[in-house]
Protein backbone atom coordinates (compact mmCIF):
# COMPACT_ATOMS: atom_id res chain seq x y z
CA UNK A 1 0.00 0.00 0.00
CA UNK A 2 2.90 2.47 1.09
CA UNK A 3 3.94 1.34 -2.23
CA UNK A 4 0.67 2.23 -4.30
CA UNK A 5 0.89 5.87 -2.19
CA UNK A 6 4.48 6.95 -3.38
CA UNK A 7 3.46 6.10 -6.72
CA UNK A 8 0.14 8.55 -6.90
CA UNK A 9 2.49 12.03 -7.80
CA UNK A 10 4.13 9.94 -9.97
CA UNK A 11 0.48 9.22 -11.81
CA UNK A 12 -1.40 12.33 -11.45
CA UNK A 13 1.58 14.05 -13.60
CA UNK A 14 1.87 11.48 -16.19
CA UNK A 15 -2.07 12.51 -16.57
CA UNK A 16 -1.79 15.92 -16.51
CA UNK A 17 1.04 15.28 -19.25
CA UNK A 18 -1.84 13.63 -21.20
CA UNK A 19 -4.00 15.90 -20.79
CA UNK A 20 -1.97 18.99 -21.93
CA UNK A 21 -1.25 16.57 -24.97
CA UNK A 22 -4.51 16.11 -25.53
CA UNK A 23 -5.58 19.64 -25.30
CA UNK A 24 -2.55 21.16 -27.49
CA UNK A 25 -3.68 18.12 -30.27
CA UNK A 26 -7.17 19.97 -30.65
CA UNK A 27 -7.62 22.62 -33.84
CA UNK A 28 -8.00 25.66 -32.54
CA UNK A 29 -8.22 29.21 -34.30
CA UNK A 30 -4.89 30.86 -32.68
CA UNK A 31 -2.99 27.70 -33.61
CA UNK A 32 -0.83 29.22 -35.67
CA UNK A 33 0.41 26.65 -37.59
CA UNK A 34 1.53 23.57 -35.70
CA UNK A 35 1.01 21.44 -39.03
CA UNK A 36 0.89 23.49 -41.75
CA UNK A 37 3.07 26.47 -43.30
CA UNK A 38 2.35 29.93 -41.53
CA UNK A 39 0.82 31.01 -45.37
CA UNK A 40 -0.76 28.05 -45.12
CA UNK A 41 -2.98 29.61 -42.38
CA UNK A 42 -3.83 32.82 -44.50
CA UNK A 43 -6.43 31.86 -47.09
CA UNK A 44 -6.21 34.38 -50.42
CA UNK A 45 -9.34 37.00 -49.88
CA UNK A 46 -9.54 35.59 -46.40
CA UNK A 47 -8.29 37.02 -42.95
CA UNK A 48 -6.54 35.67 -40.18
CA UNK A 49 -7.34 37.23 -36.84
CA UNK A 50 -5.44 34.90 -34.21
CA UNK A 51 -2.63 37.11 -34.42
CA UNK A 52 -3.86 39.84 -32.35
CA UNK A 53 -4.84 37.07 -29.85
CA UNK A 54 -2.31 35.08 -27.35
CA UNK A 55 1.19 36.31 -28.63
CA UNK A 56 4.18 33.51 -27.72
CA UNK A 57 7.13 35.16 -25.96
CA UNK A 58 9.18 34.74 -28.54
CA UNK A 59 11.59 36.37 -26.41
CA UNK A 60 12.23 33.28 -24.37
CA UNK A 61 16.12 33.39 -24.19
CA UNK A 62 15.22 29.60 -24.00
CA UNK A 63 13.94 29.12 -27.75
CA UNK A 64 16.35 31.88 -28.84
CA UNK A 65 19.51 29.24 -27.62
CA UNK A 66 17.85 26.61 -29.76
CA UNK A 67 18.09 28.08 -32.89
CA UNK A 68 21.50 29.82 -31.89
CA UNK A 69 22.81 26.48 -31.25
CA UNK A 70 21.18 24.45 -34.07
CA UNK A 71 22.58 27.34 -36.48
CA UNK A 72 26.62 27.30 -34.79
CA UNK A 73 29.07 27.02 -37.47
CA UNK A 74 32.57 25.48 -36.20
CA UNK A 75 33.58 28.88 -35.00
CA UNK A 76 34.90 30.37 -31.95
CA UNK A 77 32.10 33.50 -30.86
CA UNK A 78 33.63 37.06 -31.06
CA UNK A 79 35.96 38.82 -28.37
CA UNK A 80 34.48 40.83 -26.48
CA UNK A 81 31.54 38.82 -25.84
CA UNK A 82 28.82 39.47 -22.48
CA UNK A 83 27.92 36.56 -21.47
CA UNK A 84 24.84 35.45 -19.30
CA UNK A 85 26.01 36.07 -15.20
CA UNK A 86 29.26 37.41 -16.40
CA UNK A 87 30.58 40.51 -17.42
CA UNK A 88 32.11 42.15 -20.82
CA UNK A 89 35.58 40.91 -21.57
CA UNK A 90 37.95 43.25 -22.02
CA UNK A 91 38.88 45.11 -25.23
CA UNK A 92 36.05 43.92 -28.71
CA UNK A 93 32.96 45.87 -29.56
CA UNK A 94 31.02 44.65 -26.51
CA UNK A 95 32.91 47.00 -24.65
CA UNK A 96 31.90 49.98 -25.80
CA UNK A 97 28.09 49.88 -24.77
CA UNK A 98 26.92 51.04 -21.40
CA UNK A 99 26.92 48.59 -19.00
CA UNK A 100 22.80 49.05 -18.11
CA UNK A 101 22.29 47.59 -21.82
CA UNK A 102 25.50 45.05 -21.85
CA UNK A 103 22.75 42.35 -20.42
CA UNK A 104 20.65 42.44 -23.38
CA UNK A 105 23.60 41.90 -26.41
CA UNK A 106 24.26 38.81 -24.23
CA UNK A 107 24.61 35.70 -26.78
CA UNK A 108 24.70 38.31 -29.77
CA UNK A 109 28.35 38.31 -30.42
CA UNK A 110 27.26 34.89 -31.48
CA UNK A 111 24.82 35.69 -34.60
CA UNK A 112 28.49 36.61 -36.48
CA UNK A 113 28.52 33.53 -38.63
CA UNK A 114 25.77 31.72 -37.87
CA UNK A 115 23.32 34.88 -39.18
CA UNK A 116 22.94 37.50 -41.79
CA UNK A 117 20.38 39.86 -43.13
CA UNK A 118 20.04 39.15 -46.76
CA UNK A 119 19.59 41.75 -49.14
CA UNK A 120 16.49 42.68 -50.41
CA UNK A 121 17.24 41.36 -54.33
CA UNK A 122 17.81 38.45 -53.00
CA UNK A 123 14.66 35.35 -53.26
CA UNK A 124 11.90 36.17 -50.89
CA UNK A 125 8.20 34.10 -49.53
CA UNK A 126 6.44 36.47 -48.98
CA UNK A 127 6.12 40.43 -48.99
CA UNK A 128 3.90 42.37 -45.99
CA UNK A 129 2.00 45.68 -46.22
CA UNK A 130 0.22 47.52 -44.01
CA UNK A 131 -2.35 49.05 -46.78
CA UNK A 132 -4.94 51.00 -44.63
CA UNK A 133 -6.61 53.52 -46.30
CA UNK A 134 -7.83 55.74 -43.28
CA UNK A 135 -4.42 56.50 -42.81
CA UNK A 136 -2.87 60.55 -43.99
CA UNK A 137 -1.05 59.89 -47.23
CA UNK A 138 -2.03 56.21 -48.11
CA UNK A 139 -3.86 56.91 -51.59
CA UNK A 140 -5.99 53.39 -52.70
CA UNK A 141 -4.75 53.74 -56.12
CA UNK A 142 -1.04 53.35 -55.05
CA UNK A 143 -2.15 50.26 -52.57
CA UNK A 144 -3.60 48.70 -55.04
CA UNK A 145 -1.59 49.51 -58.20
CA UNK A 146 1.21 47.71 -55.75
CA UNK A 147 -0.99 44.96 -54.60
CA UNK A 148 -1.42 44.11 -58.41
CA UNK A 149 1.69 44.14 -59.54
CA UNK A 150 3.11 42.15 -56.49
CA UNK A 151 0.42 39.84 -56.49
CA UNK A 152 1.94 37.61 -59.65
CA UNK A 153 5.21 36.87 -58.30
CA UNK A 154 4.76 36.84 -54.33
CA UNK A 155 2.02 36.36 -52.33
CA UNK A 156 0.91 39.75 -49.92
CA UNK A 157 -0.22 39.80 -46.39
CA UNK A 158 -1.80 42.87 -45.73
CA UNK A 159 -2.50 44.18 -42.45
CA UNK A 160 -5.72 45.41 -41.45
CA UNK A 161 -7.04 46.41 -38.46
CA UNK A 162 -10.23 45.73 -37.91
CA UNK A 163 -13.40 43.83 -39.96
CA UNK A 164 -14.53 47.72 -41.28
CA UNK A 165 -10.95 48.32 -42.46
CA UNK A 166 -10.95 44.97 -44.30
CA UNK A 167 -14.39 45.62 -46.01
CA UNK A 168 -13.00 48.93 -47.47
CA UNK A 169 -9.80 47.20 -48.69
CA UNK A 170 -11.92 44.73 -50.57
CA UNK A 171 -13.94 47.38 -51.56
CA UNK A 172 -11.18 49.17 -53.06
CA UNK A 173 -9.96 46.06 -54.74
CA UNK A 174 -13.21 45.23 -56.73
CA UNK A 175 -13.42 48.81 -57.67
CA UNK A 176 -10.00 48.33 -59.53
CA UNK A 177 -10.91 45.14 -61.10
CA UNK A 178 -8.95 43.20 -58.77
CA UNK A 179 -9.87 40.11 -56.72
CA UNK A 180 -10.40 39.56 -53.50
CA UNK A 181 -7.49 37.14 -53.42
CA UNK A 182 -4.86 39.35 -54.27
CA UNK A 183 -4.51 39.82 -50.65
CA UNK A 184 -4.13 37.64 -47.58
CA UNK A 185 -5.26 39.60 -44.78
CA UNK A 186 -4.34 39.40 -40.92
CA UNK A 187 -6.02 41.69 -38.10
CA UNK A 188 -3.25 43.72 -36.05
CA UNK A 189 -3.75 46.62 -34.51
CA UNK A 190 -1.04 49.36 -36.14
CA UNK A 191 -0.82 53.01 -36.15
CA UNK A 192 0.77 54.13 -39.52
CA UNK A 193 1.43 52.72 -42.87
CA UNK A 194 5.55 52.90 -42.58
CA UNK A 195 6.13 49.55 -42.46
CA UNK A 196 9.15 49.32 -43.10
CA UNK A 197 10.33 51.64 -40.21
CA UNK A 198 8.82 49.73 -37.48
CA UNK A 199 8.45 46.04 -39.13
CA UNK A 200 10.41 42.84 -38.38
CA UNK A 201 13.86 42.27 -40.52
CA UNK A 202 14.17 38.74 -41.33
CA UNK A 203 18.13 37.29 -40.77
CA UNK A 204 18.44 34.28 -42.06
CA UNK A 205 20.30 30.93 -41.05
CA UNK A 206 22.31 28.50 -41.84
CA UNK A 207 20.37 25.52 -43.05
CA UNK A 208 17.36 27.96 -43.91
CA UNK A 209 17.02 28.99 -40.05
CA UNK A 210 14.82 32.38 -39.90
CA UNK A 211 15.77 35.24 -37.22
CA UNK A 212 13.50 38.06 -36.59
CA UNK A 213 15.65 41.22 -35.19
CA UNK A 214 12.91 43.60 -33.20
CA UNK A 215 14.70 47.25 -33.46
CA UNK A 216 13.44 49.96 -30.85
CA UNK A 217 10.87 52.15 -31.82
CA UNK A 218 10.74 54.75 -29.51
CA UNK A 219 7.81 56.90 -30.79
CA UNK A 220 5.71 56.82 -27.34
CA UNK A 221 1.75 57.11 -29.59
CA UNK A 222 2.47 54.62 -31.78
CA UNK A 223 2.70 51.66 -29.34
CA UNK A 224 0.53 49.33 -31.40
CA UNK A 225 3.26 49.67 -34.60
CA UNK A 226 6.27 48.88 -31.69
CA UNK A 227 4.42 45.55 -31.30
CA UNK A 228 4.09 44.18 -34.66
CA UNK A 229 7.44 42.59 -35.06
CA UNK A 230 6.29 40.52 -32.31
CA UNK A 231 3.31 39.66 -33.73
CA UNK A 232 5.19 38.45 -37.66
CA UNK A 233 7.34 36.52 -35.58
CA UNK A 234 4.56 34.54 -34.51
CA UNK A 235 2.59 34.63 -37.87
CA UNK A 236 5.65 32.62 -39.36
CA UNK A 237 7.00 30.67 -36.63
CA UNK A 238 9.86 32.54 -36.20
CA UNK A 239 11.97 33.35 -32.66
CA UNK A 240 13.15 37.23 -32.47
CA UNK A 241 15.52 39.15 -30.02
CA UNK A 242 15.59 42.82 -29.51
CA UNK A 243 18.29 44.64 -30.34
CA UNK A 244 19.17 47.92 -27.85
CA UNK A 245 19.24 50.30 -30.79
CA UNK A 246 16.85 53.11 -31.83
CA UNK A 247 16.34 52.85 -35.55
CA UNK A 248 13.84 52.70 -38.48
CA UNK A 249 14.37 50.03 -41.29
CA UNK A 250 14.32 52.67 -43.74
CA UNK A 251 17.87 53.40 -42.48
CA UNK A 252 19.25 49.83 -43.03
CA UNK A 253 20.81 48.57 -46.23
CA UNK A 254 22.32 44.94 -46.26
CA UNK A 255 24.19 43.62 -49.30
CA UNK A 256 23.64 40.14 -47.96
CA UNK A 257 27.78 39.42 -47.72
CA UNK A 258 28.43 41.44 -44.34
CA UNK A 259 27.89 45.28 -45.88
CA UNK A 260 25.84 47.69 -44.17
CA UNK A 261 24.76 51.24 -45.19
CA UNK A 262 23.14 53.46 -42.82
CA UNK A 263 23.34 57.38 -41.90
CA UNK A 264 24.78 58.88 -39.24
CA UNK A 265 20.85 60.06 -38.23
CA UNK A 266 21.61 56.60 -36.71
CA UNK A 267 23.66 57.94 -33.90
CA UNK A 268 21.84 60.68 -33.38
CA UNK A 269 18.40 59.03 -32.68
CA UNK A 270 20.35 57.20 -30.25
CA UNK A 271 21.90 60.02 -28.79
CA UNK A 272 20.63 63.42 -26.51
CA UNK A 273 20.16 67.10 -27.94
CA UNK A 274 20.26 66.18 -31.90
CA UNK A 275 17.96 66.86 -34.35
CA UNK A 276 17.13 63.65 -34.69
CA UNK A 277 16.95 62.35 -31.50
CA UNK A 278 13.71 60.50 -30.51
CA UNK A 279 14.17 58.96 -27.07
CA UNK A 280 16.66 59.17 -24.24
CA UNK A 281 17.10 55.62 -24.45
CA UNK A 282 20.68 55.65 -25.30
CA UNK A 283 23.52 58.33 -25.43
CA UNK A 284 25.65 56.34 -28.04
CA UNK A 285 28.43 57.43 -30.29
CA UNK A 286 29.34 55.82 -33.33
CA UNK A 287 31.38 53.50 -32.01
CA UNK A 288 28.90 52.12 -29.85
CA UNK A 289 26.53 52.12 -32.86
CA UNK A 290 28.62 50.07 -35.13
CA UNK A 291 29.17 47.35 -31.89
CA UNK A 292 25.32 46.85 -31.40
CA UNK A 293 25.30 46.31 -35.07
CA UNK A 294 27.88 44.14 -35.85
CA UNK A 295 26.81 41.82 -33.48
CA UNK A 296 22.98 41.85 -34.31
CA UNK A 297 23.44 42.02 -37.76
CA UNK A 298 26.59 39.67 -38.29
CA UNK A 299 27.89 42.62 -40.64
CA UNK A 300 31.65 42.82 -41.02
CA UNK A 301 31.47 46.33 -41.91
CA UNK A 302 29.21 49.41 -41.53
CA UNK A 303 29.02 52.51 -43.17
CA UNK A 304 27.85 55.79 -41.93
CA UNK A 305 26.90 57.86 -45.07
CA UNK A 306 25.12 61.36 -44.73
CA UNK A 307 21.73 61.93 -44.86
CA UNK A 308 20.12 64.73 -46.92
CA UNK A 309 19.93 67.91 -45.86
CA UNK A 310 16.49 69.10 -45.34
CA UNK A 311 15.05 65.96 -45.36
CA UNK A 312 12.92 64.73 -43.02
CA UNK A 313 13.85 61.03 -41.93
CA UNK A 314 17.72 61.06 -42.36
CA UNK A 315 17.09 57.50 -43.83
CA UNK A 316 19.44 55.89 -46.37
CA UNK A 317 16.59 54.56 -48.53
CA UNK A 318 16.05 58.42 -50.25
CA UNK A 319 19.18 58.58 -51.47
CA UNK A 320 20.53 54.68 -51.98
CA UNK A 321 19.58 51.11 -53.12
CA UNK A 322 21.91 48.07 -53.20
CA UNK A 323 20.97 45.64 -56.67
CA UNK A 324 23.32 42.87 -55.82
CA UNK A 325 26.75 42.14 -52.97
CA UNK A 326 28.95 44.86 -54.96
CA UNK A 327 26.19 47.00 -56.51
CA UNK A 328 24.78 50.00 -55.62
CA UNK A 329 22.83 52.79 -56.49
CA UNK A 330 23.24 56.12 -55.29
CA UNK A 331 21.22 59.42 -56.21
CA UNK A 332 22.57 62.34 -57.98
CA UNK A 333 21.18 65.89 -58.01
CA UNK A 334 22.13 68.62 -60.48
CA UNK A 335 24.25 71.03 -59.11
CA UNK A 336 22.00 74.03 -60.04
CA UNK A 337 18.63 72.62 -58.59
CA UNK A 338 20.35 71.49 -54.92
CA UNK A 339 24.05 72.41 -54.87
CA UNK A 340 24.27 71.44 -51.13
CA UNK A 341 22.81 67.58 -51.75
CA UNK A 342 24.56 67.57 -55.00
CA UNK A 343 27.93 67.76 -53.18
CA UNK A 344 26.55 65.83 -50.52
CA UNK A 345 25.60 62.37 -52.39
CA UNK A 346 28.85 62.61 -54.03
CA UNK A 347 31.18 62.86 -50.86
CA UNK A 348 28.77 59.90 -50.54
CA UNK A 349 29.23 57.94 -53.62
CA UNK A 350 33.36 58.33 -53.65
CA UNK A 351 32.98 56.80 -49.74
CA UNK A 352 31.30 53.76 -51.16
CA UNK A 353 33.00 53.31 -54.26
CA UNK A 354 36.17 50.55 -53.95
CA UNK A 355 34.68 49.25 -50.54
CA UNK A 356 35.27 45.30 -50.38
CA UNK A 357 33.18 42.71 -50.67
CA UNK A 358 33.41 38.93 -51.59
CA UNK A 359 32.02 39.65 -55.05
CA UNK A 360 34.89 42.19 -55.86
CA UNK A 361 34.81 45.89 -55.08
CA UNK A 362 31.61 47.75 -54.39
CA UNK A 363 30.69 49.59 -58.17
CA UNK A 364 28.80 52.85 -57.45
CA UNK A 365 25.83 53.61 -60.25
CA UNK A 366 24.56 57.19 -60.07
CA UNK A 367 20.60 57.77 -60.52
CA UNK A 368 19.46 60.85 -61.35
CA UNK A 369 17.03 62.64 -58.08
CA UNK A 370 13.81 64.67 -59.28
CA UNK A 371 13.33 68.26 -58.30
CA UNK A 372 13.14 68.90 -54.67
CA UNK A 373 12.63 72.79 -55.05
CA UNK A 374 8.98 72.37 -53.80
CA UNK A 375 10.44 70.69 -50.43
CA UNK A 376 9.47 67.30 -51.62
CA UNK A 377 12.10 64.43 -51.59
CA UNK A 378 11.29 62.17 -54.44
CA UNK A 379 13.44 59.89 -55.46
CA UNK A 380 14.70 56.65 -57.45
CA UNK A 381 15.66 54.56 -54.38
CA UNK A 382 13.18 53.95 -52.40
CA UNK A 383 11.92 50.91 -54.25
CA UNK A 384 10.40 47.38 -53.49
CA UNK A 385 12.15 44.51 -54.65
CA UNK A 386 9.77 41.59 -55.15
CA UNK A 387 11.71 38.07 -56.61
CA UNK A 388 12.01 39.42 -59.92
CA UNK A 389 9.95 41.70 -59.87
CA UNK A 390 11.46 45.52 -59.21
CA UNK A 391 9.01 48.04 -57.98
CA UNK A 392 10.18 52.31 -58.91
CA UNK A 393 8.69 55.33 -57.34
CA UNK A 394 6.42 57.10 -60.60
CA UNK A 395 5.67 61.36 -60.32
CA UNK A 396 4.35 61.47 -63.49
CA UNK A 397 4.63 65.04 -64.91
CA UNK A 398 7.86 65.89 -62.48
CA UNK A 399 10.56 65.05 -64.98
CA UNK A 400 10.04 62.08 -67.15
CA UNK A 401 13.83 62.36 -69.02
CA UNK A 402 15.02 61.64 -65.68
CA UNK A 403 12.16 59.05 -64.64
CA UNK A 404 13.14 57.35 -68.04
CA UNK A 405 16.80 57.17 -67.45
CA UNK A 406 16.06 55.58 -64.07
CA UNK A 407 14.03 53.02 -65.53
CA UNK A 408 16.91 52.10 -68.09
CA UNK A 409 19.52 51.76 -65.06
CA UNK A 410 17.86 49.52 -63.09
CA UNK A 411 17.12 47.26 -66.36
CA UNK A 412 21.12 47.18 -67.00
CA UNK A 413 21.50 46.47 -63.51
CA UNK A 414 19.13 43.94 -63.02
CA UNK A 415 18.83 41.92 -66.24
CA UNK A 416 15.85 39.56 -66.40
CA UNK A 417 14.01 41.43 -64.21
CA UNK A 418 10.83 43.25 -64.64
CA UNK A 419 10.67 47.09 -63.78
CA UNK A 420 7.35 48.30 -62.85
CA UNK A 421 6.55 52.03 -61.91
CA UNK A 422 4.27 52.96 -59.24
CA UNK A 423 2.29 56.68 -58.89
CA UNK A 424 3.45 57.45 -55.00
CA UNK A 425 2.78 61.24 -55.66
CA UNK A 426 0.96 61.67 -52.93
CA UNK A 427 2.75 59.16 -51.01
CA UNK A 428 6.27 60.90 -51.21
CA UNK A 429 4.33 64.08 -49.40
CA UNK A 430 4.22 62.53 -45.93
CA UNK A 431 8.12 61.61 -46.54
CA UNK A 432 8.12 57.76 -47.63
CA UNK A 433 7.94 55.55 -50.86
CA UNK A 434 7.53 52.00 -51.78
CA UNK A 435 10.33 50.66 -49.47
CA UNK A 436 8.73 52.47 -46.83
CA UNK A 437 5.51 50.96 -47.38
CA UNK A 438 6.64 46.85 -47.12
CA UNK A 439 8.44 44.35 -45.43
CA UNK A 440 10.91 41.36 -47.39
CA UNK A 441 10.12 38.09 -45.57
CA UNK A 442 13.24 35.98 -47.28
CA UNK A 443 12.98 32.63 -48.18
CA UNK A 444 13.98 30.37 -45.79
CA UNK A 445 15.35 27.01 -46.81
CA UNK A 446 19.06 25.95 -47.87
CA UNK A 447 19.45 26.87 -51.07
CA UNK A 448 19.51 30.37 -50.73
CA UNK A 449 21.92 30.35 -47.33
CA UNK A 450 25.03 31.10 -49.19
CA UNK A 451 27.85 30.03 -47.26
CA UNK A 452 29.99 33.84 -48.50
CA UNK A 453 27.22 35.76 -47.18
CA UNK A 454 28.19 34.59 -43.59
CA UNK A 455 31.04 36.77 -41.87
CA UNK A 456 33.91 35.62 -40.15
CA UNK A 457 33.90 36.02 -36.74
CA UNK A 458 36.60 37.11 -36.09
CA UNK A 459 35.97 40.11 -38.82
CA UNK A 460 33.24 40.75 -36.93
CA UNK A 461 34.69 42.03 -33.42
CA UNK A 462 37.06 43.90 -35.63
Not at 307 to 335: C, K, R, W
Request: hydrophobic share 45%; aromatic share 6%; net charge negative.
Amino acid sequence: MKKLWNMVPGIAWAASLIVCLVVASVPAVRDLGARAGPLALLPAGGSNSAVTGRVMDQRDPRLLEQVLSAAKPEQAPCAGTTRPGGSASAGGAGALLPASRAEELAGLGDLAGRFRLPGEFEPLEAVVLAPSLRLEGVEPWSVCATIAALKDPLPVIGLVRDEEEEAELKAALRERGLSEDSLRLVRIPYESSWIRDYGPLFLLGRDGLRLVADAQYAYPRRSHDDRVPIYLAELFQVPHFEVPLVFEGGNLLSNGHGLCLTTTAIAERNSRDTRYAVTAYHDYDLAAVRSVLLRAFGFSQVVFLEPLEGEITGHVDMFAALTSPNTVVVGQYHPAVDPVNAALLDRNAAKLRGLPTPHGPLRVERIPMPTNRDRVFRTYTNVLFADGLLLVPSYPGVDYEAEQEAIAIYTRLLPGWRIKQIDVTGIIRKGGGLHCLSVNVPRADRAVAHEDGFVDPARAAE
